[in-house]
Each structure stands twice: as C-alpha cells, then as structure tokens.
C-alpha cells in the first residue's frame, strides 16, 4: 500500500498579543462588537517577526516533533499571501534556515484554504513521484497588510505560522479523502494587491496593499460551500458525519463555525476553536488549530480539516489521527 502519514506538528505566533479593548482605543470598534460578530479576543501581531521567521520556527519544532533532520526533507510548500518576498520563495527560506539542502522549494497561494491546497500537492507528489518527507506551512504576517482604518477588516485578522511533516508509508494512511475547489465569479469579493512602481512605461493605477473584503458575501459563500464540501468529502471516504470526532475549520469567524455545524447537524462541540486567541490567520489556521487541538485527540479519532477564503477557494481534507 502506498499511504500518507503526519508525523511532525509545530506552530508559531508572535510575542505582541493585540487585545479587542486595546484595539478599541484607536480604531472605531468595540470588544463587545468584535466578540459577537466574530468570536476573537485577542489576535497576536508582528513587531520583529516576518512570514520567514515565523515559518521557520514552526518548521523546527515540527522537525523535533517528528524526531527528523532537516536533510530527510525533500520538499518545502509554504502556503502563504502575505511573504515579504516573492523571489525568493518564502520555501527557499526556510529551507535555508533550517539545513533542508536536498529539499524542492516553492510557495503556494490559495489564501485562507492555502493549507489544504498544500497538503493536496504535497500528497498527490510523494504519491506520483515517491518524495518521502514533505514540510507544509502555512504562514502569514496580514498585521502589516491591513487598513487599520478600516473596521470591517482590521479587527478580524492576526499573525502565526504552523506546520506539518507528510511521511510516505508503507503500513498506513491517515488520510482518507481530500477535495479542493474554486469559484472564480467572486475572486474580487477578498482582495489583496501588491503595488507596483512605477515605470516610464506602466500607466496602470497602483492599488494600496492591503485586505479589501466584502464581509457579506463571503459569510453567506462559506456557510454554503464548507458544509457541502465536508459531506462531499466523508462520503467519499464512505463515512456518514457521526464517525467525526473532529471539525476543524478554517478560523474565520466562530458564527461561521457555528452556522456549518448546525448544517450538517453536527453539536457544535465537535468543532474545534481557537479563534478566541488568534483571530484569522488565513493560511497558517488551519495548522495552527490542528497543532492546538492534536492534545485532544485519541488514536483512531477522524477529523475533518476544512479552509476557505478569497479566490473564492475552499478545500477539505479528512484525517484518521494514529
Ligand atoms: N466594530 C464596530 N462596528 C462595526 C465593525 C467593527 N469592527 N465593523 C463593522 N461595523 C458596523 C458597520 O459599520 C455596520 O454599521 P451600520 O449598520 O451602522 O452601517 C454594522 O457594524 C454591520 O456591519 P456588517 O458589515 O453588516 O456586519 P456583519 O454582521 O456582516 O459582520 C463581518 C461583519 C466582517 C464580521 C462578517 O461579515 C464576516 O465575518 N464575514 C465573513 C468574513 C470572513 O470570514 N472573511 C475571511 C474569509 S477567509
């Protein structure tokens, strides 16, 4: 049998904790307001760390996790849209930073669900051409992307890095299904430019660098494709929605959450949160929460990872945690 196994966890965030009451001394907001319509309290922001460091210290403590040199790694995706570079990748960083001399390098942009994009990459990859150990991250520093000015968004999103080793195995898989999708009509509905400079040549219009969100829509987008996504992926496992110990979202917002599990009928207690502490951390969530919530988890539990975000792109994987 060829199968996949996760055999290293490890995540990061940034010292400087943003709380909802200090956030509302100089943006227009509330901790009540903030803590009803999304669920956070507290986000964590850079101050002296970026995308390449965060991502490198989750990148080390997964490797001591999974009792792994640096050297075993064949390939390094880091999913993320917020790097301080686009050449290098972000990947060629930390590879650098962490000794993954043989590894293959590149990052990956799918925004909220860039998680689940990677895994998927990282799977079909060590399936098709027989890599065994591949690091995924997903990292993000949105703090420095934000319009602090702008409510509707600068209260929602926070800072991390977290990250997972993939090992190819004879004796086992863990992953059971995946799926991944996108729905182009609303790629404008999140938006993040990168501002060009200027040139005796270029007459387009440079666009400020930071997040542009229509709220509404994407509410109404994820609460109908994430539960449709999640029943397509247990069927395809051949499971029905009791056999899920776990539901780990994407942590976007907690009424979101909230909406998927009344859904799919699901107690809403199966569905993991640490949005209280982090906020939206787009790419480095899902990880963040797997890592937080892997303490609760028994051998044979069956989780369902789900992301979704601008693009607009979802993506659902299902996991049997040994
Ligand atoms: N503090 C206080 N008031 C705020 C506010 C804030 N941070 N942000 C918006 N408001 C106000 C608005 O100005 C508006 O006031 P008005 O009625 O006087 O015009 C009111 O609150 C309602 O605004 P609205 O945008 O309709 O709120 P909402 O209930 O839709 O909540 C979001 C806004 C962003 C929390 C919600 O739409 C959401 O979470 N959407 C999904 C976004 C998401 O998950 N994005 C990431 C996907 S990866």
């Known amino acids: 049998m060829i199968g996949i196994k996760i055999i290293g966890l490890g995540k990061s965030i940034p010292q400087r904790c943003l709380t909802n009451d200090e956030m509302s001394t100089f943006v227009d907001t509330s901790d009540e307001w903030i803590k009803s319509r999304t669920g956070i309290s507290k986000r964590h922001v850079a101050v002296t760390e970026t995308v390449e460091t965060l991502a490198t210290m989750?990148?080390?403590?997964?490797?001591?996790?999974?009792?792994?040199?640096?050297?075993?790694?064949?390939?390094?995706?880091?999913?993320?849209?917020?790097?301080?570079?686009?050449?290098?990748?972000?990947?060629?960083?930390?590879?650098?930073?962490?000794?993954?001399?043989?590894?293959?390098?590149?990052?990956?942009?799918?925004?909220?669900?860039?998680?689940?994009?990677?895994?998927?990459?990282?799977?079909?990859?060590?399936?098709?051409?027989?890599?065994?150990?591949?690091?995924?991250?997903?990292?993000?520093?949105?703090?420095?992307?934000?319009?602090?000015?702008?409510?509707?968004?600068?209260?929602?999103?926070?800072?991390?890095?977290?990250?997972?080793?993939?090992?190819?195995?004879?004796?086992?898989?863990?992953?059971?299904?995946?799926?991944?999708?996108?729905?182009?009509?609303?790629?404008?509905?999140?938006?993040?430019?990168?501002?060009?400079?200027?040139?005796p040549f270029y007459k387009g219009k440079s666009k400020r660098p930071v997040i542009g969100m229509d709220g509404r829509k994407v509410y109404v987008f994820a609460t109908t494709k994430v539960p449709e996504s999640i029943e397509k992926v247990v069927t395809n496992a051949k499971l029905s929605l009791e056999n899920i110990d776990w539901f780990i979202l994407h942590q976007a917002n907690s009424r979101i959450m909230d909406s998927v599990a009344q859904k799919l009928s699901v107690p809403k207690e199966r569905f993991f949160k640490n949005i209280q502490d982090y906020g939206n951390t787009s790419a480095a969530s899902i990880p963040m929460a797997l890592y937080d919530a892997s303490s609760q988890f028994k051998s044979g539990d069956q989780i369902v990872l789900s992301g979704f975000g601008a693009g607009l792109t979802w993506g659902t994987m299902l996991l049997r945690w040994s």
């Open 58 to 199: 989750a990148a080390k403590e997964a490797l001591v996790s999974a009792n792994l040199l640096a050297d075993a790694i064949d390939m390094v995706i880091v999913a993320t849209v917020s790097a301080e570079t686009t050449m290098p990748s972000t990947a060629s960083l930390v590879a650098r930073n962490i000794g993954a001399n043989r590894a293959r390098c590149f990052d990956l942009s799918a925004a909220c669900s860039g998680f689940i994009f990677a895994s998927e990459v990282a799977i079909s990859m060590m399936k098709q051409s027989g890599y065994k150990n591949i690091l995924v991250i997903g990292a993000e520093v949105l703090s420095n992307r934000l319009d602090w000015e702008d409510r509707g968004t600068c209260v929602i999103f926070g800072d991390g890095a977290g990250a997972v080793i993939y090992q190819l195995s004879q004796e086992e898989n863990q992953i059971l299904s995946i799926e991944t999708g996108t729905d182009a009509s609303g790629a404008e509905l999140i938006t993040l430019p990168v501002q060009a400079e200027e040139s």
